[in-house]
Structure formats: structure tokens, C-alpha cells
């Protein structure tokens, strides 16, 4: 599996924009890139994910660069809510059976300051 | 709204027990997962099963089984438990290749 390379921890402050960024310079052109984060105690929940384009759900947005060797998680305005473990985490698309397996790397821990 | 349950939040049990942790799913998903989380060494596959009766090894699988008769249920075996088994179990389900992976609240087991 294609690796990726996170800051180990981040911080920001509540009601401003977060910018989580992710390294996968042996990404493949196969490769989806998903974000999972996990609240404490909690399993990990599903973010967003993408191919090639920028994509925006009601959670976050995905920033994709052209290349593919690097994308950004955008949190528009940040809550208390939101301090987790962020993953980023490529899966090849191209696998069909089994395909759903993520591996989890060791994430951004991310902390909200009040 | 989607849900995976996990029979236990906690667990507490002795070396040598067999263990059994059950998953169930709602949302009639043909893949779930059994995964372990550990400090330091993020989440890590263990089994998962893609159809009914169908499993297959993650990448630990050693001193685990796995046992899906039902399409909404999976259950993840301890044979044997030891102390190093002593971790955080989450379960996981998705319906097809490009979805949404939904995982459970976990399970905290000790092996004492």
C-alpha cells in the first residue's frame, strides 16, 4: 500500500479554518484519497474522500494538488468537537475484493484551543 | 441512521479464556472488519469478510478467528486469550469498493 506522511499533532483555535495537510508522493493513479478522524473513545468516522478534483461535504473539504502528491484537509471553522486523530489514507480503487481494507497510519492529533 | 454495534464497550479476561467479540450491522453491507488499535501502532487489520461464510486474513491474524453465518453478524474469536491480546477492537462494515467504511465504538479487552 502507498504511504502517507502526516504531522503527528496540530492546533488550532475554535472558529478559524484548519488546514490538515498529507504527503503521498508514491500515489498511484488508481489510488482514492480518504480521510477518517477519530474523537476520543470512539471508532473512526468516515471525513471525505477523493480522486483527482477538490471535494466539499457538510464536514470538510478536500484540496487535491494537481500532481496527486499531496492533499489538504480543510475545516472551515473549526469547533471544539473537532479535536481528533486525523487520517489521511489511500486506497487503491482498483482492487475489488477487499478493496475497503484502510490502513491506518499514525494520524494528526489535532487539539482545538477555546 | 447507520449503525455498528459491538457486544461489549468493555472486557475483562483471564489468560487462556476463549474470547468472543460480536459485531452487527444494519445497513445489509456485504464487507466488515475486525481491526485492533494499539498505542503507537495505529489500527491494524485482523480479518475481514467480504460475503457469508467468506473470510479472509488481514495482516495479524495469528491467534484470532473469524466466523460470519450471518450477513449482519461478525465475530471475532480468541482461542486461546493471552495478555499481549490485551488492545482496543473495532469493528467495521461497507457496502461496496468506493464507500464509506462505518466502524463501531470498540471494545476494550484486558487479558489478565
Known amino acids: 500500500d502507498a504511504k502517507t506522511t502526516q504531522p503527528n499533532s496540530m492546533e488550532s483555535n475554535e472558529e478559524e479554518p484548519v488546514h490538515l495537510p498529507c504527503n503521498h508522493s508514491?500515489?498511484?493513479?488508481?489510488?482514492?484519497i480518504h480521510w477518517y478522524r477519530q474523537l476520543p473513545s470512539q471508532g473512526p468516522e468516515y471525513v471525505i474522500h477523493g480522486l483527482t478534483s477538490n471535494v466539499n461535504n457538510r464536514m470538510a473539504s478536500l484540496a487535491i494538488a494537481e500532481d496527486r502528491k499531496s492533499s489538504t484537509l480543510i475545516l472551515h471553522r473549526a469547533t471544539l468537537r473537532d479535536a481528533a486523530v486525523y487520517y489521511c489514507?489511500?486506497?487503491?480503487?482498483?482492487?475489488?475484493?477487499?478493496?475497503?481494507?484502510?490502513?491506518f497510519g499514525q494520524g494528526t492529533r489535532l487539539t482545538i484551543n477555546p | 441512521d447507520v449503525k455498528v454495534t459491538q457486544s461489549s464497550r468493555y472486557l475483562v479476561k483471564r489468560t487462556g479464556e476463549k474470547v468472543f467479540l460480536e459485531c452487527v450491522q444494519d445497513?445489509?453491507?456485504?464487507?466488515m472488519f475486525w481491526y485492533r488499535q494499539d498505542p503507537g501502532l495505529g489500527l491494524r487489520l485482523i480479518y475481514f469478510s467480504y460475503d457469508v461464510k467468506m473470510k479472509e486474513k488481514g495482516d495479524i491474524p495469528e491467534g484470532y478467528s473469524v466466523s460470519r453465518e450471518k450477513k449482519e453478524r461478525f465475530s471475532l474469536i480468541l482461542e486461546s486469550a493471552s495478555t499481549n491480546q490485551t488492545s482496543m477492537y473495532l469493528c467495521a462494515s461497507v457496502l461496496g469498493v468506493d464507500d464509506e467504511q462505518f466502524f463501531g465504538p470498540g471494545t476494550r479487552l484486558t487479558v489478565l
Open positions: 489514507i489511500l486506497r487503491d480503487g482498483a482492487i475489488i475484493q477487499g478493496a475497503q481494507k484502510l490502513v
Open positions: 508514491t500515489i498511484s493513479g488508481t489510488d482514492y
Open positions: 445497513m445489509d453491507h456485504e464487507n
